[in-house]
C-alpha cells in the first residue's frame, strides 16, 4: 500500500473553500485515494473516493494530479461543523485502508 | 437506519478482569473490524472478519479475541485487560472487500475504555 503524506493541521475560515492535500508518490495504478475525517473522537466518516478522474458528491470535490502522485480535497463552503481530522488514503481494490495521522482541519468564524 | 453500535460506549475496568465491547451492525455486511485509536498513533487495526467464522489478525492483535459466529456481531474480547489497552475503540463494517470494487466503510461510535 502507498503511503501518504499531509500537512499535521490547517486553518480555514468559515464559508471559504477548504483545500486538503495529499501526496501518495509511491502510489500504484489499481490503488484509489479514499478520504474520510473524524469529528471529535466520534467514528471516522467517509467522504469520497477516486482513482484517476476528479470526483465531486454532495460533501467535498476530489483533485487527483494526472500523474496521480497527488491529490486536493476541496470542501467548498466550510462550516464550523467542518472541523475534524481529515484522513487521505490510499490502498488497492479489496484491501483494508490503513488511517496515518490526517490533517487536523480548524475552521474558523 | 443503516448504523454500526458499539457497547459499551464507556468503560472503566481493573486489570485483569475479562470484559467484552460489543458491535453490530444492521446493514449486513460481510466485512467487519477493530481498530484502537491512541494519541499520535492515528487508528490502528486490531482484528478483522472477512465473513461467519473467518477472522484474522491485524497490526495490533496481541491481547485481543474476536468470534464472528453471526454475520452483524463481531465482539471484541478482553480475556485479562492491561492499562496498555486503555483506548478508544471502533468497530467498522462494510460489504464484501472484492478486487473489483471499493466499499465505503461504516464506523461505531466508539467505546472508550480505561483499564486501572
Known amino acids: 500500500d502507498a503511503k501518504t503524506t499531509q500537512p499535521p493541521s490547517m486553518d480555514c475560515a468559515e464559508g471559504r473553500a477548504a483545500n486538503l492535500p495529499c501526496n501518495h508518490s509511491?502510489?500504484?495504478?489499481?490503488?484509489?485515494v479514499y478520504w474520510y475525517r473524524q469529528i471529535h473522537s466520534q467514528g471516522p466518516q467517509y467522504i469520497i473516493h477516486g482513482l484517476k478522474n476528479n470526483e465531486t458528491n454532495e460533501m467535498a470535490s476530489l483533485i487527483i494530479t494526472e500523474d496521480r502522485k497527488s491529490s486536493t480535497l476541496i470542501l467548498p463552503h466550510a462550516t464550523l461543523r467542518d472541523t475534524a481530522v481529515y484522513y487521505c488514503?490510499?490502498?488497492?481494490?479489496?484491501?483494508?485502508?490503513?488511517f496515518g495521522g490526517g490533517t487536523r482541519l480548524m475552521v474558523k468564524p | 437506519e443503516a448504523q454500526v453500535t458499539q457497547n459499551p460506549r464507556y468503560l472503566i475496568t481493573v486489570t485483569g478482569k475479562k470484559l467484552t465491547v460489543t458491535c453490530s451492525q444492521n446493514?449486513?455486511?460481510?466485512?467487519m473490524s477493530w481498530y484502537r485509536q491512541d494519541p499520535g498513533l492515528g487508528l490502528r487495526q486490531i482484528y478483522y472478519?472477512?465473513?461467519?467464522?473467518?477472522?484474522d489478525k491485524g497490526d495490533v492483535p496481541e491481547g485481543y479475541k474476536v468470534s464472528r459466529k453471526e454475520k452483524r456481531n463481531f465482539p471484541l474480547i478482553l480475556e485479562s485487560p492491561s492499562p496498555n489497552q486503555t483506548s478508544l475503540y471502533f468497530c467498522?463494517?462494510?460489504?464484501?472487500?472484492?478486487?473489483?470494487?471499493?466499499?465505503?466503510?461504516?464506523f461505531g461510535p466508539g467505546t472508550r475504555l480505561l483499564v486501572l
Open positions: 446493514m449486513n455486511h460481510e466485512y
Open positions: 472478519s472477512m465473513n461467519v467464522e473467518v477472522t
Open positions: 467498522a463494517s462494510s460489504r464484501k472487500l472484492t478486487g473489483q470494487s471499493q466499499e465505503t466503510q461504516y
Open positions: 488514503i490510499a490502498e488497492g481494490a479489496g484491501n483494508m485502508l490503513t
Open positions: 509511491t502510489i500504484s495504478g489499481n490503488e484509489y
